[in-house]
Protein backbone atom coordinates (compact mmCIF):
# COMPACT_ATOMS: atom_id res chain seq x y z
CA UNK A 1 0.00 0.00 0.00
CA UNK A 2 1.43 3.51 -0.91
CA UNK A 3 1.81 5.73 2.34
CA UNK A 4 0.00 9.56 0.93
CA UNK A 5 2.81 12.28 1.44
CA UNK A 6 1.00 14.60 3.36
CA UNK A 7 3.21 16.75 6.19
CA UNK A 8 1.14 17.01 9.06
CA UNK A 9 0.47 19.57 11.01
CA UNK A 10 0.92 18.63 15.40
CA UNK A 11 -1.37 20.15 17.54
CA UNK A 12 -2.00 19.92 21.18
CA UNK A 13 -6.24 20.24 21.81
CA UNK A 14 -8.50 20.40 23.84
CA UNK A 15 -11.04 17.23 24.42
CA UNK A 16 -13.90 19.27 23.04
CA UNK A 17 -11.87 20.39 19.99
CA UNK A 18 -10.68 16.74 19.36
CA UNK A 19 -13.71 14.36 20.28
CA UNK A 20 -15.88 14.79 17.12
CA UNK A 21 -12.55 14.49 14.76
CA UNK A 22 -11.13 11.71 17.21
CA UNK A 23 -14.61 9.65 17.05
CA UNK A 24 -14.50 7.83 13.82
CA UNK A 25 -10.52 7.29 13.70
CA UNK A 26 -11.34 5.68 16.89
CA UNK A 27 -13.31 3.18 15.59
CA UNK A 28 -10.68 2.20 12.76
CA UNK A 29 -8.07 2.02 15.59
CA UNK A 30 -10.57 -0.39 17.51
CA UNK A 31 -11.13 -2.60 14.37
CA UNK A 32 -7.86 -2.76 13.17
CA UNK A 33 -5.58 -3.27 16.89
CA UNK A 34 -8.45 -4.72 19.46
CA UNK A 35 -7.47 -7.99 20.91
CA UNK A 36 -10.76 -9.11 22.16
CA UNK A 37 -13.07 -7.88 19.51
CA UNK A 38 -16.38 -8.79 20.86
CA UNK A 39 -15.57 -6.45 24.06
CA UNK A 40 -17.14 -3.76 21.62
CA UNK A 41 -15.68 0.01 21.54
CA UNK A 42 -17.99 2.15 24.17
CA UNK A 43 -15.74 4.74 25.32
CA UNK A 44 -16.51 6.47 28.51
CA UNK A 45 -15.93 10.43 27.07
CA UNK A 46 -17.33 11.86 30.19
CA UNK A 47 -14.37 10.51 31.94
CA UNK A 48 -12.26 11.97 29.23
CA UNK A 49 -13.89 15.42 30.33
CA UNK A 50 -13.44 14.83 34.26
CA UNK A 51 -9.54 14.13 33.41
CA UNK A 52 -9.29 17.05 30.99
CA UNK A 53 -10.82 19.24 34.09
CA UNK A 54 -8.52 18.27 36.44
CA UNK A 55 -5.40 18.75 33.89
CA UNK A 56 -4.82 14.68 33.62
CA UNK A 57 -5.13 14.79 29.86
CA UNK A 58 -2.81 15.45 27.27
CA UNK A 59 -4.25 15.23 23.70
CA UNK A 60 -1.88 15.63 20.71
CA UNK A 61 -3.05 15.20 17.21
CA UNK A 62 -1.86 15.56 14.06
CA UNK A 63 -3.79 17.12 11.00
CA UNK A 64 -3.35 18.08 7.61
CA UNK A 65 -3.28 21.44 5.96
CA UNK A 66 -6.84 21.36 5.71
CA UNK A 67 -7.48 20.35 9.25
CA UNK A 68 -8.26 16.19 8.54
CA UNK A 69 -7.39 14.37 11.32
CA UNK A 70 -4.39 12.05 10.22
CA UNK A 71 -3.78 10.74 13.50
CA UNK A 72 -3.50 11.22 17.29
CA UNK A 73 -1.66 10.75 20.40
CA UNK A 74 -4.05 10.33 24.09
CA UNK A 75 -1.87 10.25 27.69
CA UNK A 76 -2.94 10.61 31.03
CA UNK A 77 -0.89 12.76 33.35
CA UNK A 78 -0.50 12.76 36.71
CA UNK A 79 1.90 12.10 39.58
CA UNK A 80 2.91 8.32 40.15
CA UNK A 81 0.99 6.23 42.84
CA UNK A 82 4.68 5.62 44.20
CA UNK A 83 6.48 8.27 43.09
CA UNK A 84 3.87 11.01 43.67
CA UNK A 85 7.07 13.70 43.25
CA UNK A 86 7.15 12.24 39.45
CA UNK A 87 4.90 13.77 37.03
CA UNK A 88 4.22 10.72 34.48
CA UNK A 89 2.70 9.89 31.12
CA UNK A 90 1.08 6.87 30.22
CA UNK A 91 -0.45 6.45 26.59
CA UNK A 92 -3.44 5.80 26.57
CA UNK A 93 -4.27 5.61 22.80
CA UNK A 94 -1.82 6.26 19.70
CA UNK A 95 -3.35 5.78 16.15
CA UNK A 96 -2.20 7.43 13.01
CA UNK A 97 -4.57 6.33 9.99
CA UNK A 98 -3.66 3.90 8.06
CA UNK A 99 -3.41 5.69 4.74
CA UNK A 100 -0.87 8.43 6.46
CA UNK A 101 1.41 6.39 8.36
CA UNK A 102 5.41 7.56 8.27
CA UNK A 103 5.55 10.03 10.48
CA UNK A 104 5.40 8.22 13.63
CA UNK A 105 8.47 8.97 15.52
CA UNK A 106 8.87 12.49 14.40
CA UNK A 107 4.94 12.68 15.89
CA UNK A 108 5.90 11.02 19.03
CA UNK A 109 9.06 13.03 19.09
CA UNK A 110 6.81 16.10 19.15
CA UNK A 111 4.33 14.90 22.12
CA UNK A 112 7.82 14.23 24.42
CA UNK A 113 8.73 18.25 23.84
CA UNK A 114 5.07 18.61 24.83
CA UNK A 115 5.14 16.44 28.00
CA UNK A 116 8.91 17.89 28.76
CA UNK A 117 7.65 21.23 28.68
CA UNK A 118 5.31 20.28 31.25
CA UNK A 119 7.47 18.52 34.03
CA UNK A 120 6.68 14.97 32.86
CA UNK A 121 9.57 13.01 33.77
CA UNK A 122 8.76 9.68 32.03
CA UNK A 123 6.66 8.74 29.63
CA UNK A 124 4.91 4.97 28.81
CA UNK A 125 3.94 3.61 25.71
CA UNK A 126 2.05 0.04 25.31
CA UNK A 127 2.53 -1.69 22.49
CA UNK A 128 0.67 -4.78 20.86
CA UNK A 129 2.41 -7.67 20.17
CA UNK A 130 0.24 -7.78 17.06
CA UNK A 131 0.98 -3.93 15.78
CA UNK A 132 4.43 -3.90 16.96
CA UNK A 133 6.24 -0.24 17.09
CA UNK A 134 9.12 -1.22 20.00
CA UNK A 135 12.01 -1.12 17.76
CA UNK A 136 10.73 2.58 16.89
CA UNK A 137 10.59 3.36 20.21
CA UNK A 138 13.59 1.79 20.98
CA UNK A 139 15.52 3.63 18.72
CA UNK A 140 14.16 6.40 19.98
CA UNK A 141 15.65 5.55 23.74
CA UNK A 142 12.57 3.74 25.08
CA UNK A 143 13.33 1.11 27.27
CA UNK A 144 11.34 -2.29 27.85
CA UNK A 145 10.16 -1.95 31.08
CA UNK A 146 7.35 -4.11 31.60
CA UNK A 147 5.18 -6.83 30.19
CA UNK A 148 1.77 -7.05 30.20
CA UNK A 149 -0.59 -9.87 30.32
CA UNK A 150 -4.55 -10.56 29.91
CA UNK A 151 -6.29 -12.96 30.68
CA UNK A 152 -10.12 -13.18 29.52
CA UNK A 153 -12.11 -14.49 32.88
CA UNK A 154 -15.73 -14.69 31.46
CA UNK A 155 -16.71 -17.84 29.85
CA UNK A 156 -18.47 -17.94 26.64
CA UNK A 157 -21.93 -18.21 28.19
CA UNK A 158 -21.23 -15.55 30.02
CA UNK A 159 -20.29 -13.45 26.79
CA UNK A 160 -23.87 -14.34 25.32
CA UNK A 161 -25.34 -12.73 28.16
CA UNK A 162 -23.77 -9.17 27.69
Given amino acids: MELTKVQPVFRAERFVEARRDIQPLLEKHWKEVAHYPDIHLNVDWYRYVALEEIGALKIFTARSDMGQLLGYAISIV??????????????????????????????????????????????????????????????????LIDRVYGRRLETCWELQRL
Fill in 78 to 143: QPHMHYRQSLQAVQDVLFISEDHRGFGKKFIEWCDDRLRDDDVQAVYHHVKVAHNFAPMLERMGYE
